[in-house]
């Protein structure tokens, strides 16, 4: 089942704050977010595991609620570089047994 | 390092035709993963291999697509014939467990005419 990501799209100015949401309707063990600008490979951000754990990437931090079965990314203080189509991606039985499912994505456009 | 290495870059067939492409994966990654991702859309899993053997293959249409994984490193993923919705870029990846992060290729974009 493909998780739901909202918004579709999200315009700032350069400095500010953005939230991305993803959201199954299944059981999660762990979600991964990855960024991909365009025309390049999907790079790797952070995994956050069942457990409500929350997880720091410079200005770039995830949660991830167990109960609720959503993980939000969360951006301060964007840059020029944060341009691109955030993905994430689920697992549900975890050690890798089903891969990862990812939803369709989000496009954040970040202006001077 | 090197990254996860992807052939050719791009490719145009025409329908009906066959096409195979090639990845050669992170040295020492035990899990080579191929996905589909067709213009505005997030990835979609088509096989996941760990060593040789295939972990999952249950999106894979395996009327027409089909990927090897020889000797637990290189992998050909074929498709056979093509069809106008096969255009897409197909992405591998590689990691060292199948449950961290994946290093994608650049990717090999079809166009099926």
Request: include cysteine; hydrophobic fraction near 35%.
């Amino acid at each position: 089942q493909q998780p739901v990501q909202s918004p579709q799209a999200v315009i700032l100015r350069e400095g500010e704050d953005a939230v991305i949401n993803c959201s199954s309707s299944k059981a999660l063990y762990s979600v991964h977010w990855y960024r991909q600008k365009h025309g390049e490979a999907p790079v790797f951000l952070m995994i956050l595991l069942k457990g409500g754990e929350q997880k720091g990437h410079e200005k770039i931090s995830a949660s991830f609620n167990e109960k609720k079965q959503q993980s939000s990314l969360y951006l301060t203080a964007s840059q020029l570089s944060y341009s691109g189509t955030y993905f994430c991606g689920t697992e549900i039985s975890g050690g890798g047994a089903d891969g990862l499912t990812f939803g369709k994505g989000t496009h954040l456009i970040i202006q001077p | 390092e090197a990254g996860v290495a992807q052939s050719p870059r791009y490719k145009i067939i025409e329908k009906r035709q066959s096409v195979a492409f090639w990845c050669n994966p992170i040295s020492g990654h035990a899990t080579l993963y191929w996905y589909q991702q067709i213009l505005g859309q997030g990835p979609k899993l088509l096989i996941q291999f760990q060593n040789n053997g295939v972990v999952d293959d249950s999106q894979l249409p395996k009327d027409r697509f089909s990927a090897e994984r020889l000797k637990g490193v290189d992998s050909t993923l074929k498709i056979q014939p093509a069809k106008l919705e096969d255009s897409a870029v197909y992405l591998c990846a590689s990691s060292y467990t199948n449950t961290g992060e994946l290093f994608f290729g650049e990717g090999s974009r079809l166009t099926v005419l």
